[in-house]
T-cell receptor, first 118, second 110 residues
């Protein structure tokens, strides 16, 4: 099956620092990657959609200068939380849609990255 | 009104029981429907994918879509303790945006 890898899986940082999270599709090319945030006992909240080689599209209410997304290649997207604050602490999950997936449109998810801002 | 509604549970059943998980939605344009299983502190894992209406079976799992009622279901036969997880439904009308339910927590007791 398709594998999406996220790194790091856990990160603790001090308030005011920036944190980068990587999302890689290991065995397929992903034309589109998505970044989500998940709070405890809640569903996934889409933050932004990232297409390779173009600027990310952010959902309403998500600060693009706060959450920088780069989709540099067909297998890698990064999310950088800039000047992190405790309220940014959350579980961040990426997903990727396989290139040439036809009508299937399946999304494959990474394992998630838990960010704790002290 | 939320795009997708899902009972958060928790749902507790004995091992071997048939489990029924459901979601309702409001957007009649949705045509892609998925079910994901998420273990604690892990990313969601795709279980079933259905396009438009109908049923789809894969081993112990059956997904049903009733577009006239805007209602989808996931059935798990012969449930096992290893099926204990949170189950998320997801749906959309194009590939670029999917709407997720809040997830139903399932506990299968040995």
């Amino acid at each position: 099956g398709a594998v999406v890898s996220q790194h790091p899986s856990r990160v603790i940082c001090k308030s005011g620092t920036s944190v980068k999270i990587e999302c890689r599709s290991l065995d397929f090319q992903a034309t589109t990657m998505f970044w989500y945030r998940q709070f405890p006992k809640q569903s996934l909240m889409l933050m932004a959609t990232s297409n390779e080689g173009s600027k990310a599209t952010y959902e309403q209410g998500v600060e693009k200068d706060k959450f920088l997304i780069n989709h540099a290649s067909l297998t890698l997207s990064t999310l950088t939380v800039t000047s992190a604050h405790p309220e940014d602490s959350s579980f961040y999950i990426c997903s990727a849609r396989r290139r040439g997936g036809g009508v299937s449109g399946e999304l494959f998810f990474g394992e998630g990255s838990r960010l704790t801002v002290l | 009104q939320k795009e997708v509604e899902q009972d958060p549970g928790p749902l507790s059943v004995p091992e071997g029981a048939i489990v029924s998980l459901n979601c309702t939605y409001s957007n009649s344009a949705f045509q892609y429907f998925m079910w994901y299983r998420q273990y604690s502190r892990k990313g969601p894992e795709l279980l079933m994918y259905t396009y438009s209406s109908g049923n789809k079976e894969d081993g112990r799992f059956t997904a049903q879509v009733d577009k006239s009622s805007k209602y989808i279901s996931l059935f798990i036969r012969d449930s096992q303790p290893s099926d204990s997880a949170t189950y998320l439904c997801a749906m959309g009308n194009n590939f670029n945006k999917f709407y997720f339910g809040s997830g139903t927590k399932l506990n299968v007791k040995p």
